[in-house]
């Protein structure tokens, strides 16, 4: 078969490991018979530089023109939150999240079982493993809410964020992740914070009636302060877990380094059409951007989410993930994973070896 995916590459350290995970895209396809063609599309910083805008014309109907999309990162110091929004790169990452209508983001945090000695929980905790699937609600909340910004008489310069959540928003997110549960340990926790949050009581009220509906799966609400807890207590008590798009960007990084390294997870943005997008979770490391250092693990095993999710390609995301798992059970390591005393490899070696798996 013939794919076509759109390429960010992004900022920082997104060129470099977009670059390692073209490799392992080719790689497969000379494996299994199929073709990769690719298009570049420039979005964040740098289309800031070239075209003025982060988010240039056209780029949603470039993306949707492919069958997926495949992002590094995007973002920096160089367009800070001193800069108008429309150069800002996280303006840009939002913008096609929206319009490419991902309101769904996997993100999957498991211990591989090469990394237990990466894991920063005691050896006990560690040894009960953890296999937990995030998913982050993606186009709404207070990332999508009326911004304000005015002076007052008397308190100074006054700002607001609005935070909003239809049912029909919980209701889809929610959906998934039953769907999802069923799949698994059939297990969902839904995260919110329905003690103060009037969009958390909807949410709550919304998730209850979905759970009446998958009575085979298990069920729980969490409140997120103490969800950000469990998670460092005891992450083997979780399997789906289910949550706003703020309280899952910040559970996600959180769940990355219970499982050794925010280098190594992966995600899914997908919605009720193609293209799905695929990133790691992480950002554009600007304090390692072009040293050859970033863990190019998360993006590749993107592109394993992108073979499961998109194109339904089992096979191929099956080796992917062996591949990873072999060169890190060679005890392979990026300097993010290296214990004292090991040599860390590079970028492109990490790449190169998990080609070679393939
Ligand atoms: P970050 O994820 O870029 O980096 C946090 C820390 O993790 C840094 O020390 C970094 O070196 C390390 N790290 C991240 N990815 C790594 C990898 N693959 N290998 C090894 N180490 C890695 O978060 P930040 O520093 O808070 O943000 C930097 C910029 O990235 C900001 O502009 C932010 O808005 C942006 N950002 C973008 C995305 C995205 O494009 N999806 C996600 C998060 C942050
Ligand atoms: C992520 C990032 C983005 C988010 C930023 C860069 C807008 O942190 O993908 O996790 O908060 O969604
Ligand atoms: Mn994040």
Redesign the pocket.
């Known amino acids: 078969m013939n794919y076509k995916i759109a390429l960010i590459r992004?900022d920082?350290?997104?060129p470099e490991?977009v670059g390692e995970a073209v490799k392992v895209l080719d790689t497969v396809g000379k494996k299994f018979g199929h073709t990769f063609t690719y298009e570049d599309v420039l979005l964040g910083g740098c289309a800031t530089d070239a075209v003025g805008k982060s988010y240039p014309d056209g780029t949603a109907e470039k993306c949707k023109a492919c069958d997926a999309v495949l992002?590094g990162?995007?973002?920096?110091p160089k367009w800070g939150s001193d800069k108008p929004a429309e150069q800002r790169?996280?303006t840009a990452?939002l913008a096609i999240r929206k319009d490419l209508g991902l309101y769904a983001n996997l993100r999957p945090a498991s211990l591989r079982p090469a990394m237990a000695d990466a894991c920063p929980l005691k050896k006990e905790t560690a040894e009960k493993g953890i296999d937990l699937m995030m998913v982050r609600e993606l186009t709404g909340g207070i990332y999508f809410g009326q911004r304000e910004k005015y002076q007052t008489e008397d308190r100074g310069m006054e700002c607001a964020d609005r935070m909003a959540y239809s049912e029909k928003e919980i209701e889809r997110i929610g959906r998934r992740a039953f769907e999802l549960a069923r799949l698994r340990r059939k297990k969902v926790s839904s995260v919110d914070k329905a003690n103060v949050l009037e969009t958390s009581r909807l949410w709550r009220s919304v998730m209850h009636r979905l759970a009446e509906e998958y009575s085979d799966v298990a069920y729980e609400d969490v409140l997120v302060d103490n969800c950000a807890m469990q998670l460092v207590r005891d992450p083997s008590q979780f399997d789906v877990v289910v949550t706003e798009n703020m309280f899952g960007d910040i559970l996600s990084d959180e769940a990355s380094m219970v499982t050794g390294?925010?280098?190594l997870l992966p995600s899914a943005s997908i919605g009720d059409t193609a293209p799905g997008l695929y990133?790691?979770?992480?950002?554009?490391?600007?304090?390692?951007a072009g040293q050859d250092?970033?863990?190019?693990i998360?993006t590749i095993l993107s592109v394993a989410m992108m073979f499961r999710y998109s194109f339904h390609l089992a096979a191929e995301a099956d080796a992917v993930e062996a591949a990873v798992d072999a060169v890190l059970a060679e005890g392979w390591r990026?300097?993010?994973i290296a214990e004292p005393g090991v040599t860390p490899i590079g970028t492109r070696q990490m790449g190169e070896l998990i080609c070679k798996k393939i």
Do not use: Q, R, Y
């Open positions: 992004g920082g350290i997104g490991v992002l990162a995007v973002g920096g790169p996280e990452l390294s925010i280098g990133e790691p979770i992480h950002g554009s490391a600007p304090d390692i250092k970033a863990n190019p998360a990026t300097a993010d």
